[in-house]
């Protein structure tokens, strides 16, 4: 096994928003595919964006995710509010073993979080 998360989707109230939320923080085009009342953006390495009126909701609540900043997470930070995004909690060491994290929330009202080793 890789990885633990094999797949993860991350929920929209308006899935162009956030796949241009997205696409400025990854720094990367996306694109919305139209399943009928499932609208989902497919990100690189893996998981998506998703809208759909009744199964997905976004939330400060229920697991945290963490998005790899690499070896220094300063990049992908600093492009957060100017994608739209709110810093929750900056860049704060967790121990040398794991390194860094920051909380921040989307354009969506979801709680995310970065991780880095610098």
């Keep these: 096994m890789s990885s633990l998360i094999a797949w993860f989707e991350i929920p929209t109230a308006d899935i162009n ?3 241009q939320f997205y696409g400025a923080l ?5 694109s919305v595919l139209d399943l009928g009342a499932l609208k989902m953006v497919l990100l690189p390495e893996g998981g998506a964006l998703v809208q759909h009126p009744t199964a997905y909701h976004p939330s400060h609540e229920g697991p945290l995710l963490y998005l790899d900043g690499g070896e220094d997470m300063a990049e992908l930070l600093s492009r957060v509010e100017i994608a739209g995004g ?3 909690r900056e860049k ?3 121990s040398p073993s794991f390194g860094y994290m920051a909380l921040f929330e989307d354009t969506e009202g979801n709680r995310l979080a970065i991780r880095s080793l610098g």
């Design 17 to 19: 928003r956030a796949a």
């Design 26 to 30: 990854l720094a990367t085009d996306l």
């Design 86 to 88: 709110k810093i929750i």
């Design 92 to 94: 704060t060491q967790v």
